[in-house]
Nanobody, 116 residues
């Protein structure tokens, strides 16, 4: 099972940008999918963006046009570029991977706080 570690979270003002990165302990080349999820206090964890093995991507409606997910198979990293951040984007962001044999891995999460 691959180990995932997120970085890049922090405090940013409304309208600012952050870039999250997820480092995997092993190869991500054959992962069925990799994604970013978030969980705000008192709310359920939700999918933010996902990238499939064929390179296709999907985003939740509220982040479309503002967030961009990308993966680097050579570096075994998954990134999330977040622009035009809003206070409602405040949450703990988690990296996720799904292997071709159905093994799911999660990182410990990184806090993103957007001040108004």
């Amino acid at each position: 099972q691959v180990q995932l570690v997120e970085s890049g979270g922090g405090l940013v003002q409304d309208g600012g940008s952050l870039r999250l990165s997820c480092a995997a302990s092993g190869s991500i080349r054959n992962m069925r999918s990799m994604g970013w999820y978030r969980q705000a206090p008192g709310k359920q964890r939700e999918l933010v963006a996902i990238i499939i093995s064929d390179g296709s991507t999907n985003y939740r409606n509220s982040v479309k046009g503002r967030f961009t997910i990308s993966r680097d198979n050579a570096k075994n990293t998954l990134d999330l570029q977040m622009n035009s951040l809003k206070p409602e984007d405040t949450a703990v962001y988690y990296c996720n991977s799904l292997s071709h044999i159905g093994v799911v891995s999660w990182g410990p999460g990184t806090q993103v706080t957007v001040s108004s």
